[in-house]
C-alpha cells in the first residue's frame, strides 16, 4: 500500500472524502464494506524500520518532540499495511511532562516523573499548560502527517485519562499496586479530585487544539481504570471521561469529531462508559464481543478486541481468531476492529499484516 495519496485541491471535496472512509461510518454506525481495522501502538517498536529511525535520531521523547520525525513513524506502518486509519505518533504522558513535571524515561523501568505530585503544596505550582507553547510539537506533528495523507486516510488525535495522568504524576511513574495514589484517594480525597479537576481541563484544551490541527477522531486511553472500584472507578475517572465528552460535544468547532472512550478491564462499566455520549467504546479481550453488544445495544460503535498475544501464533490461528470475533459482532455495523490493547514489541509485522488482511477479506460477508 503506498501512502502517497492524490491531492484534492479543493478543502470541501476533501472533507467530503474523509466523512466517507469506513472507519468514520463505522464510528457513526453506517453502512460500511468491509469491517475497518487499526492497532494500538500502530506506530512503534516492533517495526525494523521504527527501531532503525530510533537508532539515529536519539530517544524515545526526541522522536515524540520532533514534529518531522513524528510525522515519519506515523506514517511507517501505513506503507506496510493497508489500515483504515493513522494515529498520531505521541505519548499519553505529553501532558504532565508539559506541566514541569520532568519526565524521562528508565530503560527497562518505562515513564518516570523527577517532580512527582504527592502534596498539596506541589499540586498548587501546577497550571493547565499552553497547548501550543508547551505542546505544539503535537500539533505540527498531526498538520504535517494531515498534510501527506491529503484527506484520504483519517488521523486519530488521543490523550491519556485524567485518572490515568494521575496515577503517573502520583506515583512517580509505573507501579503494581498504585500505592501512593490509592493513599491520597482515601487519606486525602480533596487532593486528588483538585488533581483530577486541572487535569480534565488539561485534557480538554489539548484534544481541542488536536482537532484544530486536523485529526478527525480522538480517543482517550483510560489505562488503568481498571484498578478502580465500581464506585472510586465513577468518582474518580467516568466522571472525569463525562466531562470531556460533554465539552468537545457542546463546542462548535469540536461537536462533529467522533470520540472513542477505551478503559482496560473496564468490561464491568461497558453501560456506563457508552451512557458518556461518546461515538464507540473500546474493550480489551477479558469481554466476548457478543456480550458486549448484547450489553450496550446499538447506542454507539465498539473497537476491539483482539488478545495481542495472539499474533504470537500461526496465520492460520490468527485467521481464525479474527473469523471469532468477527461472528461474536455479527451482521450490522458499528464494529472498528483492533487489538484489546497495544501491539507487542516483538510481534512480527508479517503475522500483523495476515491480521489486518484477515479482518478486511473475512468482514465483508457481515455487510452484505
Not at 472524502?17 to 468491509?34: G, I, S, T, W, Y
Not at 486519530?156 to 501512593?180: C, D, H, Q, R
Request: glycine share 8%; hydrophobic share 40%; aromatic share 10%.
Amino acid at each position: 500500500m503506498s501512502i502517497w495519496y492524490y491531492v484534492v485541491g479543493d478543502e470541501f471535496t476533501k472533507e467530503s472524502n474523509m466523512q466517507e472512509h469506513r472507519f468514520l461510518k463505522a464510528l457513526r454506525r453506517e453502512p460500511v464494506d468491509r469491517t475497518p481495522v487499526w492497532l494500538m501502538r500502530q506506530a512503534g517498536r516492533y517495526l525494523p524500520e521504527y527501531r532503525s529511525l530510533r537508532e539515529k535520531n536519539n530517544d524515545f521523547l526526541t522522536c515524540c518532540k520532533t514534529p518531522e520525525i513524528a510525522c515519519e513513524i506515523t506514517l511507517q506502518p501505513l506503507k506496510r499495511f493497508n489500515l483504515d486509519a493513522a494515529i498520531i505518533f505521541s505519548d499519553i504522558l505529553t501532558i504532565p511532562d508539559a506541566m514541569g513535571l520532568g519526565l524521562y524515561f528508565d530503560k527497562g523501568e518505562g515513564p518516570r516523573f523527577e517532580r512527582p505530585i504527592q502534596s498539596r503544596e506541589a499540586f498548587e505550582k501546577l497550571v493547565v499548560p499552553d497547548v501550543e507553547e508547551k505542546l505544539g510539537y503535537v500539533m505540527q506533528a498531526i498538520r504535517l502527517v494531515s498534510r501527506e495523507l491529503s484527506g484520504n486516510l483519517p488521523l486519530i488525535g488521543f490523550s491519556g485519562s485524567p485518572w490515568t495522568l494521575a496515577t503517573y504524576m502520583v506515583e512517580g511513574g509505573s507501579t503494581k499496586n498504585f500505592s501512593k495514589i490509592k493513599k491520597m484517594m482515601f487519606a486525602e480525597p480533596s487532593l486528588l479530585t483538585s488533581i483530577l479537576d486541572l487535569l480534565t481541563r488539561s485534557v480538554i484544551e489539548y484534544l481541542k487544539a488536536q482537532i484544530a490541527a486536523g485529526v478527525s477522531a480522538v480517543m482517550i486511553f483510560d489505562t488503568w481504570g481498571g484498578v478502580l472500584s465500581t464506585r472510586e472507578y465513577y468518582d474518580y475517572s467516568l466522571s472525569s471521561l463525562e466531562m470531556i465528552v460533554k465539552e468537545l460535544k457542546q463546542s462548535p468547532l469540536t461537536s462533529n469529531i467522533p470520540i472513542i472512550l477505551f478503559t482496560k478491564n473496564g468490561g464491568p462499566w461497558l453501560e456506563n462508559i457508552a451512557l458518556t455520549g461518546c461515538e464507540a467504546v473500546g474493550i480489551d479481550w477479558s469481554v466476548n464481543m457478543s456480550d458486549a453488544r448484547k450489553r450496550i445495544g446499538n447506542s454507539v460503535a465498539l473497537q476491539g478486541n483482539m488478545d495481542p498475544g495472539v499474533l504470537y501464533a500461526s496465520p492460520e490461528f490468527i485467521r481464525e481468531e479474527v473469523a471469532s470475533i468477527l461472528s461474536q459482532f455479527g451482521h450490522g455495523e458499528g464494529h472498528i476492529f483492533n487489538l484489546g490493547h497495544g501491539i507487542f514489541p516483538d510481534i512480527p509485522p508479517e503475522h500483523v499484516a495476515v491480521f489486518v488482511d484477515a479482518v478486511h477479506e473475512l468482514s465483508e460477508p457481515y455487510h452484505k
